[in-house]
């Protein structure tokens, strides 16, 4: 099965990471007036004993909007992206460390680089971390451990497969492929994968922001994400970015380097 979704449903993520965050911050109003409220209908009425228990609750909820803004604040800046041309095997070689590190001792990690590699035009920052969130959902489906496999390639995706894949613009991309031998999923959760705030792992261990906003880099650097699975055998989730120079001054060294579209 696959998932590639369209330029539309990144402005329904868009729109329900919106719509997820303006509701909770309503909710948060409502406390505040609430309190307010009742706090102006005690004085009228002279019962003030417990107005500091209702201007508590009125700071709390303040508090809590207010630390609302700033992660949102926070997670804008994150957003924030400088393309420039990546040696994506470079890059993966200096995660292998950390990535060694996060997975269990029972997982194996392969890294398979790329042939005549071209840089991919990303930002490096962003990369770093959709490859890392990437590979912790591969570990979190390996319970039982099973193999991590990092493979990179390029492709060529000529205008016949943009024809049916609108979203997509012809030219060559680098591909990020990360394979696990783990649960895999159904079709119905496939469908959701980057939905914000979807997810199936127990509350406090799974935000559901992986996924979306790997899938947001992606869209916004001019590439795409794919998902492959099955369940009982494993999950693919292979990471198109535009493919920009050559790491190498070859022969083809007039080839331009690949400007990706969006901010
Ligand atoms: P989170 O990891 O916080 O749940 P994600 O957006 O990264 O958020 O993933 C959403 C859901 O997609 C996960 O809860 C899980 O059900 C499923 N998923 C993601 N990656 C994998 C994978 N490699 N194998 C199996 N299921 C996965």
């Given at each position: 099965?696959?998932?590639s979704?369209?330029q539309s ?5 868009v729109?329900?990471?919106t719509g997820g965050?303006?509701?909770d911050f309503n909710?948060m109003l409502?406390?505040?007036i ?13 019962r003030?004993d417990d107005l ?11 508090q ?11 997670f804008s800046?994150r ?7 990546i ?5 993966i ?18 890294i ?7 840089m991919?035009?990303?930002d490096a920052n962003?990369?770093?971390s959709?490859?890392l ?19 990179s ?6 205008a ?15 591909v ?10 159904p079709?119905e959760?496939?469908e ?20 979306s906003m790997v899938?947001g ?5 001019g590439?795409?994400?794919r ?7 494993g999950?693919?989730?292979?990471l ?10 070859g022969d083809?060294?007039?080839?331009a380097?690949v400007?990706?579209?969006g901010?």
């Amino acid at each position: 099965a696959e998932a590639s979704l369209r330029q539309s449903h990144k402005m329904e993520a868009v729109g329900q990471l919106t719509g997820g965050i303006a509701h909770d911050f309503n909710n948060m109003l409502t406390g505040v007036i609430g309190a307010m409220d009742i706090m102006k209908r005690r004085l009228a009425t002279g019962r003030t004993d417990d107005l500091p228990r209702f201007m508590d609750a009125a700071a709390a909820s303040a508090q809590r909007a207010a630390g609302l803004t700033a992660r949102l604040l926070a997670f804008s800046r994150r957003q924030s992206l400088d393309p420039r041309p990546i040696d994506v095997d470079a890059l993966i070689a200096s995660l292998e460390e950390l990535l060694r590190r996060t997975i269990n001792e029972n997982i194996a990690l392969r890294i398979v680089p790329g042939v005549d590699l071209p840089m991919a035009v990303a930002d490096a920052n962003q990369l770093e971390s959709a490859i890392l969130n990437l590979s912790i959902n591969a570990r979190d489906a390996m319970p039982d451990g099973g193999e991590l496999t990092i493979e990179s390639r390029a492709v060529e995706l000529d205008a016949g497969y943009a024809a049916t894949h609108p979203e997509v613009e012809p030219g060559r991309y680098v591909v990020i492929a990360i394979t696990d031998t783990g649960v895999g999923m159904p079709a119905e959760v496939i469908e959701k994968v980057f939905d914000p705030f979807f997810t199936t792992k127990p509350i406090g261990q799974g935000t559901g922001l992986g996924l979306s906003m790997v899938y947001g880099f992606a869209r916004q650097s001019g590439g795409q994400v794919r998902v492959h699975s099955q369940p009982g055998v494993g999950t693919t989730v292979s990471l198109y970015l535009r493919a920009g120079e050559r790491v190498e001054t070859g022969d083809d060294a007039g080839e331009a380097a690949v400007t990706p579209d969006g901010e």
